[in-house]
């Protein structure tokens, strides 16, 4: 043993291998807000930074922000399948989705508070209960 974990040869001296490894759950969670904050940008941002420019000129662009929504979301979504069953992956991107779209609601594109986010939060409470229910690990 070397320093209480596994020892690896290194020129005569001992050292601990060092896990880096994410937790698959958290590596998939947070692709998927970072997918999410592109595809919110790709559909609704061009609503206040394009709305005067032709319709074909904000899908265009709305498609090169989601490309980069796609190189996340795939991943997230292939790693999340290992350890969720699609239903649960998917609540989870509904919940994530409703987390990243009220701040970009209110801060970006300047939309009032309103309760009925709290309302649609709290739905999606009970949807990931139904999803969730009887998968914690024994």
């Known amino acids: 043993m070397c320093g209480g974990g596994p020892p690896r040869a290194s020129g005569g001296t001992c050292e601990r291998a060092i896990d880096f490894t994410m937790p698959v759950l958290l590596r998939t969670t947070i692709l998927l807000v970072l997918s999410n904050v592109f595809m919110t940008f790709a559909w609704y941002a061009h609503l206040k930074n394009l709305g005067s420019r032709a319709w074909w000129v904000a899908a265009l662009a709305s498609w090169g922000i989601a490309l980069f929504e796609y190189l996340l979301q795939v991943p997230a979504n292939r790693a999340g399948y290992t350890v969720l069953t699609l239903p649960q992956l998917k609540m989870l991107q509904e919940v994530i989705t409703l ?37 914690a690990p024994a």
């Open 99 to 135: 987390a990243v779209f009220v701040p970009f609601a209110v801060l970006y594109m300047r939309q009032p508070v309103r309760l009925d986010f709290l309302w649609a939060g709290l739905c999606l409470m009970g949807a990931v209960y139904f999803m969730f229910r009887g998968t």
